[in-house]
């Protein structure tokens, strides 16, 4: 539904949670809160990601930060899972903003991310690995970015070669024809999706991707990289602008939080009861004795 249309829905009788995805957590934290059986939103900025839900009305357009405010207000939310793409900063503005203004807490659903890795040349901007690239003379890159990174990387391919891999969608089409961008210097993840092979049939100098997590396909792509000796350079996630009432990485974690910031959403709870711990205990006796 758009954002526009959501007052004929009706407004839960108890406080009920708002799910911001359009990602893997997304998708996961949409699993967690069905089991729940009650009424809930789930938004995303466009309404290509194919999810299916019993329970969770989607919402999809994207909310700034006065329709996130309206819409908390209208729906009475009572808790918000923050599970947007770890560089989607206006998103987590608004989430933050609205939050802050209207008194509800906010999980963070993060992603896992490998350690870091000294064989890659990290940055903070795109500015500061252009002009690495520059610096080392490096004319053919390819962009494991996105579509949205196309303006801030039109410095360096206004004057070199430079390949982006996007997902194949109308709206990321359209932005690039919005940008200038040659549809030339465009491929999609769905035409290869080995990356070894793909990089090694375009040869790039370097490729440039962002610390997107395990679950944003990372370590597949810096490992295939570097396996073929392809220079690699990393944009760093940005920290989060607002402070979470908890931050978790799996369902389990995100359950327990849902439990304890919004009261009754679940009728059963999850834990450890004492005949669980009783069995551990002795088990582990036993164990010990043998």
Known sequence: MDPASNADILKPS????LIVGGTTEGRIALQVCDEAGKTFFYSTKSSSQQVESAHGKRVSG???????????LLHTIGLIVDAAHPFAE???KNIGEAAQALRIPVIRFERNFPAHNPLLHWFHDYD????FLEEKKIGNLLALTGVNTIPKLKRYWLKHHCVFRIMKRDESLAAVVQSGLSRDNILFYEDERDDRAFFERLSPGAIITKESGESGGFSEKVDAALSLGILVLVIRRPPLCYVAQATVYGKHGLRKQVETWLPGFFDLKTGYTSGSCATAAAKAALTALL
């Open 14 to 17: 108890s406080p009920t949670l």
């Open 90 to 92: 206006n998103v987590h």
């Open 62 to 72: 994207g909310l700034d930060k006065q329709l996130m405010y309206d819409f908390c």
């Open 128 to 131: 500061a690995a252009i002009d």
